[in-house]
């Protein structure tokens, strides 16, 4: 097997900040994150200086040509790729509770109906990743 293949998601735009994922090739979440706005240069930086991404995967919503902006500042050699963030929050939701199993009486309980504890905005951010993958796989 040759090297890993990383795909960041630089995407869902929160008040608060800018929701990163790290996630390889195959889908499968490296790291998630969620950074401030006002520092989100030295955050994009600090985020990837371990595992340097082959692409950048930014969703269209809200703020995405500033952060789009942003990226290339930091990370200039490496591509931008936009993809449609609708309905990434839902999926982000069920994607939550697949990676984070409800426990104790939570698992008598539709995922649907339980409120995650965190905000979803990393996960949006897998689910972007992840559509990219789907729309470039080989």
């Not at 942003?70 to 939701?93: C, D, F, G, W, Y």
């Not at 939550?96 to 990393?122: F, H, Q, S």
Request: contains cysteine; aromatic residues 4%.
């Amino acid at each position: 097997p040759g090297p890993l293949t990383c795909a960041p998601a630089i995407a869902a735009v929160t008040q608060i900040g800018v929701a990163l994922a790290l996630v390889d090739g195959k889908g499968k979440i490296i790291a998630l994150h969620i950074a401030e706005s006002q520092n989100i240069n030295n955050e994009i930086l600090e985020f990837t200086k371990e595992n340097c991404p082959a692409q950048i995967v930014l969703g269209n919503g809200t703020n995405s040509r500033n952060i789009c902006e942003a990226v290339q500042k930091v990370l200039p050699n490496i591509s931008v790729n936009v993809v449609e963030e609708a309905h990434s929050t839902e999926e982000a939701r069920a994607l939550y509770w697949e990676e984070n199993p409800p426990k104790g009486w939570k698992k008598l309980v539709p995922t649907g109906m339980l409120v995650p504890p965190i905000p979803l905005d990393a996960y949006a951010a897998v689910i972007l990743v992840r559509r990219f993958l789907e729309d470039n796989h080989e």
